[in-house]
C-alpha cells in the first residue's frame, strides 16, 4: 500500500512540474527541489566526509553484488541542521537518493564497513538560475 501512495505522490508531483514548466518554459522551483545538480562516489579512505563548502549534500549507496536484496542500511552520520557535533543513526534506503540532508559522515565502524559492500555516492544540490 505504501508503494503505490508513493507512486501516486510521485505521479501529482511530475504532473504539478510539467504544467509549471509548460507555463514558464524553464526549471521550476518544485522542479529544483530536491535536484541533485553535482556529486562523486567516495571510498572509505574519504571518511569523514563533509562537503567542505558547509552545505547540506544528500547520499546514494549501491550494492557491488545485484543479488543484495537488503533495502535499508543505517549509518552514522550528522543531519544538516541537527545539534551541533552529535551523531546519529541514519536510515538510507539502497538504490536511490536519499531526502537526508546530512552535514557529516564519520569514520565510524558501522560506516566503514558499509564500503565492503557498497558504493557510496554523495549528491549536492544548489539553486538553478532560469535561462
Do not use: H
Not at 54 to 83: C, H, L, W
Not at 95 to 104: E, K, R, S
Not at 113 to 121: A, E, P
Amino acid at each position: 500500500m505504501k508503494k503505490y501512495l508513493f507512486i501516486l505522490a510521485i505521479c501529482l508531483a511530475s504532473f504539478v512540474s510539467q504544467a509549471q514548466t509548460g507555463l514558464k518554459g524553464n526549471v521550476t522551483t518544485v522542479m529544483n527541489a530536491g535536484r541533485v545538480v553535482d556529486g562523486k562516489e567516495i571510498q572509505v579512505s574519504d571518511l569523514p566526509f563533509t562537503n567542505g563548502r558547509g552545505n547540506p549534500f544528500t547520499i546514494m549507496i549501491v550494492p557491488k553484488v545485484s543479488t543484495n536484496t537488503t533495502e535499508v542500511e543505517v549509518i552514522k552520520a550528522r543531519y544538516f541542521q541537527g545539534d551541533a557535533g552529535v551523531i546519529r543513526d541514519v536510515p538510507i534506503t539502497v538504490n536511490n537518493w536519499n531526502v537526508v540532508a546530512l552535514d557529516n559522515i564519520p569514520t565510524d565502524a558501522v560506516n566503514t564497513t558499509l564500503f565492503t559492500n557498497y558504493r557510496v555516492f554523495v549528491g549536492f544540490g544548489s539553486t538553478i538560475s532560469p535561462q
